[in-house]
């Protein structure tokens, strides 16, 4: 599941944002999923609940591996950019243009790396409702 232009734009922290929060729909909607593929103990003999929530989960894991690699090489790029700048100012502390853009770097690496929390945060809740409404019908594997 990539970005809507095939990879994440790093340059842009708004973009970067907006690209995630797309790739984060499945997360959002995980209850509404759930609701409606999974059965209440009335229904569960119409459905495989067992096959349905295996593939939910495995939509699941692979969009959260998707979006922690898109994340991780943004940060990746951006540090490798501040670091030019780094070495730039250390050549030329005077310079003001260097200087301000390495301050912006600086930030929206921050920003980034706030986004593997924000990450955590919505995985762990997915992982969580999902348990909640799948244990019974379906045991994902152990995660290394």
């Not at 944002?17 to 009335?42: C, F, G, W, Y």
């Not at 951006?78 to 670091?83: A, F, K, Q």
């Not at 924000?118 to 244990?135: I, T």
């Amino acid at each position: 599941m990539a970005a809507p232009g095939g990879t994440l734009n790093c340059e842009d922290f708004s973009m970067f944002q907006e690209v995630l929060k797309v790739m984060r729909t499945i997360d959002d909607r995980i209850v509404h999923a759930l609701n409606t593929t999974v059965p209440t103990v009335s229904f569960s003999g119409k459905v495989d609940a067992t096959q349905t929530c295996k593939q939910l989960y495995e939509s699941m894991m692979e969009a959260h591996l998707s979006r922690d690699k898109a994340i991780k090489a943004c940060i990746a790029q951006t540090s490798e950019v501040v670091g030019q700048l780094r070495e730039e100012r250390a050549k030329d502390g005077e310079n003001l243009a260097v200087n301000k853009q390495l301050r912006k770097e600086q930030t929206k690496l921050k920003l980034m790396q706030s986004e593997l929390n924000v990450e955590e945060v919505v995985n762990d809740r997915s992982l969580k409702v999902f348990s909640e409404r799948c244990r019974i019908h379906y045991t994902p594997p152990k995660v290394k």
